[in-house]
T-cell receptor, first 118, second 116 residues
């Protein structure tokens, strides 16, 4: 079936503007993750959604970052008042529901959105 | 907090030869999972291989195999019969087995070049 999709593929914005990044997980996957990949920091976890549970927002770098997941499927990552240090590739991943104690979920990644803040 | 270290920023290999990428990690947990992901220029992260810490047997996937040394906290990736399509960034990643979040902790990556 179709993999994880993300849009837009590339986004150029001006400092101070808000941006929205979209992620469509694989159908049936209950878990959804956002990561940020930047030259200086490598790959960093941002936020995690699992079913109807409260999201784990522990990786969000500031209150300018927020994310929501509607209907347990599509997710939107919003960055308000963008700064140049927000320039990075934003990766989304999803994983299927696990079963039992020894969960073996693999995270399947989308192609990412490259964000450039001028 | 767990950390993952990849000490080789860049590696190169001749086509058809074998190359080993290094990864070490730091954790106090006994239950966890380790992964190698490949990221070609297309940016898509692709799972190469995974290892459950409770398994003593090293994982293998076709030309890819790992050397998992739990006591040494080492998890190296061996690529046999290297192909041009293997050229990419390779990331080692750790996931806690007991964490609710199941987030991945990544190393900085190793850029692999395959020479014809």
């Amino acid at each position: 079936g179709a993999g994880v999709s993300q849009s837009p593929s590339n986004k150029v914005t001006e400092k101070g503007k808000d941006v929205e990044l979209r992620c469509d997980p694989i159908s049936g996957h209950t878990a959804l993750y956002w990561y940020r990949q930047s030259l200086g920091q490598g790959l960093e976890f941002l936020i995690y959604f699992q079913g109807n549970s409260a999201p784990d927002k522990s990786g969000l770098p500031s209150d300018r970052f927020s994310a929501e997941r509607t209907g347990g499927s599509v997710s939107t990552l919003t960055i308000q008042r963008t700064q140049q240090e927000d320039s990075a590739v934003y990766l989304c991943a999803s994983s299927p529901p696990g079963g039992g104690f020894r969960t073996k979920e693999t995270q399947y990644f989308g192609p990412g959105t490259r964000l450039l803040v001028l | 907090a767990q950390t993952v270290t990849q000490s080789q920023p860049e590696m190169s290999v001749q086509e058809a030869e074998t190359v080993t990428l290094s990864c070490t990690y730091d954790t106090s947990e006994s239950d966890y999972y380790l992964f190698w992901y490949k990221q070609p220029p297309s940016r898509q992260m692709i799972l190469v291989i995974r290892q459950e810490a409770y398994k003593q047997q090293n994982a293998t996937e076709n030309r890819f195999s790992v050397n998992f040394q739990k006591a040494a906290k080492s998890f190296s990736l061996k690529i046999s019969d290297s192909q041009l399509g293997d050229a990419a960034m390779y990331f080692c990643a750790y996931r806690s087995g007991g964490s609710v979040t199941e987030k991945l902790v990544f190393g900085k990556g190793t850029k692999l070049t395959v020479n014809p």
